[in-house]
């Protein structure tokens, strides 16, 4: 059976959306056809809007900002010297909710295993560079960061992801760093994970 | 942290979605807005359209005729004396698929465990019993159907669905039938459920 253009337009566009697949597409498109044609509005023009979001020139974060930066680059308080390498903005808010970090971002997307970044991610890292080298009078750090700390997913992939671009980036910083690993608070050590339960010894305090 | 409004109304917009959760609906809008703004535009603009699919007032099935009727119930070659109730229009279109239904349909969504049908699925029943007693002159089917098929899932929530309907529509119909049971093309014995091999020796053929 067809189905009417405009519904398989809907269908197509969600279906090319992350994790929704053709089937979930076409229910989330009969669960909208069934709402108030006020909500079915609604949801175009929020989405419309999203066009108005900026992405940061130095972080590569969302920002509504007049200039290019987004609020934490432009954050005075945010010590600019300390660099923490992450994949994604979901990340850098999870983060940012820990209220633990006062450095910045630098969003470089998931590193393929090829170690062959794509050429967005070459870009992003191209001017993370520059960042660093460039002089402090021009905005710069100078030639070296203080610490870069790399936040990739505390797993085999997230480790390689690290190993890549350590390379790149190591002789650019005095020091490189890692995100901590050990119990998650509140998990029971009986059914903790060989791995973790075995990094929580090797890096006790 | 908070998210900035254009993406907060968006992930709003998407996590009232069925199976869209608020996580899922951070990554979605985060996936969009590093789209492009003629793709972000032309998802909002289809999504939009879907405010011109109108409602079939006999079956509730979708349709973008003049009329108030869907293409299956303008169709003359579809007999209008056998009437499949189902609960959605995704099962609608899988049934149309397979092209053994030459009948008509009824839409009457989930029928709640408590057998006590929300007003919008009351007023679909009485327009379906309106539509059998009406007189033929009329256009409707002189009191009585010929056959009423149940198309409900083939789980207990299903057989709990179909009893609640039969108890209304009974008597308005010469033959009350449900969707057949047992084993599922391209299945294995061995690993078919008890109930399944059981209503596949009850029902040999």
Chains 1, 2 share one sequence.
Request: glycine share 10%; aromatic share 6%; hydrophobic share 35%.
């Amino acid at each position: 059976m067809k189905l009417p253009e405009p519904i398989k337009n809907v269908v197509d566009g969600l279906s090319r959306l992350p994790s929704i697949g053709p089937r979930q597409a076409i229910r989330l498109a009969f669960y909208l056809i069934n709402e108030s044609k006020e909500d079915i509005h609604a949801l175009a023009v929020n989405i419309n809007n999203l066009r108005r979001i900026k992405i940061c020139e130095r972080c590569f974060f969302i920002h509504q900002n007049k200039d290019n930066l987004c609020d934490i680059c432009v954050n005075p308080a945010r010590r600019k010297e300390t660099i923490m390498i992450i994949e994604k903005e979901t990340d850098l808010i999870s983060l940012e909710n820990t209220g633990k970090f006062t450095g910045r971002y630098c969003i470089i997307g998931s590193v393929p295993k090829t170690g062959i970044l794509e050429d967005w991610q070459k870009l992003r890292l191209q001017s993370l560079k520059s960042f660093i080298e460039k002089g402090i009078d021009d905005g710069g750090l100078g030639g070296k960061a203080d610490e870069i700390i790399f936040g990739f997913n505390p797993t085999s992939l997230g480790d390689l992801q690290t190993s890549i671009l350590v390379k790149e980036l190591g002789p650019l910083t005095k020091k490189v760093s890692r995100l901590g690993r050990g119990l998650p608070t509140g998990g029971e050590i009986e059914f903790a994970d060989d791995e973790t339960l075995g990094s929580a010894v090797d890096r006790r305090s």
